[in-house]
């Protein structure tokens, strides 16, 4: 709140569903400065999530709210959030693109002693997933029949870390490593067989890459990926049949973004400018 103070922005642009995002949000909302939220609309439809209710507040203080897809602009209009509302694309797969790019410069593969084509990734990292043994435990030994099939490369949250060791939870074979870098994972992802993940992110990455994902959770707010055949729940039916996505736009999202922030500044700063009647 002290920064925003102390530098007046024009706008606050938040991206994403974590506690910064929603704490950005309302410190915005509160000293009347217009929030922008990237990534705006998405629903997992479990309030027992913290990072659903981060991002029901977030798209209920914002005047811009940048929506991915078409289903998050319905899941909008159906909370009543109709000004402002843009579809302009997913900016992961901007991000993806760049870091595809990059990304080949990463020794990973020689780190990890890994040959393309013949692992999986996994991550576990939410709470509904660490903070109880007997869950933890069966995501685990889930990852460990699956582990018969292909190498898993587990780079482990701290958090995840911490109750293996605490509960003492039997990893097997599965290939642990410290938290990977942004570029380092985009490498593995572009040739890896699988992915297995909590991660909401990861799962649309997976997808951009072309790799299968298994979803550890109930539900998914990425539901494109889902009904596409890329993606399923791992408690849940087999994959629908595959096909592209065309929902998550063509690379120009951030583009897009800036060209409607611009738009309407103009507009505000014209509208405090006219003369009063």
């Not at 922008?36 to 811009?64: K, W």
């Not at 298994?214 to 039916?237: D, M, Q, Y």
Request: aromatic content about 6%.
């Amino acid at each position: 709140e002290q920064a925003i103070v102390d530098i007046r922005p024009d706008i606050v642009l938040v991206p994403g569903d974590t506690n910064s995002t929603l704490a950005g949000a309302l410190a915005a909302a509160k000293l009347h400065i217009p929030v922008a939220h990237l990534e705006a609309g998405l629903r997992s439809f479990n309030r027992q999530m913290p990072e659903e209710i981060n991002r029901v507040l977030t798209d209920h203080v914002s005047a811009l709210l940048f929506c991915p897809t078409e289903t998050a602009v319905t899941n909008l209009h159906r909370e009543g959030l109709t000004a402002g509302v843009h579809e302009i694309g997913d900016v992961m797969y901007d991000a993806t693109l760049f870091a595809a790019a990059q990304a080949r410069r990463s020794r990973v593969h020689e780190r990890l002693e890994l040959t393309e084509g013949a692992y999986a990734i996994a991550t576990v990292h939410r709470a509904e997933n660490t903070d109880r043994r007997e869950t933890l435990a069966g995501i685990i030994g889930f990852l460990q029949e699956h582990a018969r099939e292909h190498r898993i490369v587990l780079p482990l949250h701290p958090r995840t870390r911490q109750q293996i060791a605490s509960w003492q939870v039997d990893t097997g074979d599965l290939v642990i490593c410290e938290p990977l870098g942004y570029l380092d994972m985009h490498r593995l992802l572009q040739s890896a067989a699988a992915v297995y993940t909590d991660s909401g992110g990861l799962q649309k990455e997976a997808y951009f890459h072309r790799v299968p994902c298994v979803t550890l959770r109930s539900e998914t707010e990425w539901v494109e990926t889902v009904a596409a055949g890329w993606n399923r729940l791992w408690k849940g039916p087999d994959y629908a049949p595959r096909r592209e996505i065309a929902a998550y736009g063509d690379g120009h999202a951030a583009e897009r973004t800036i060209d409607v922030i611009v738009t309407y500044l103009e507009c505000r700063a014209t509208a405090g400018s006219a003369p009063s009647s």
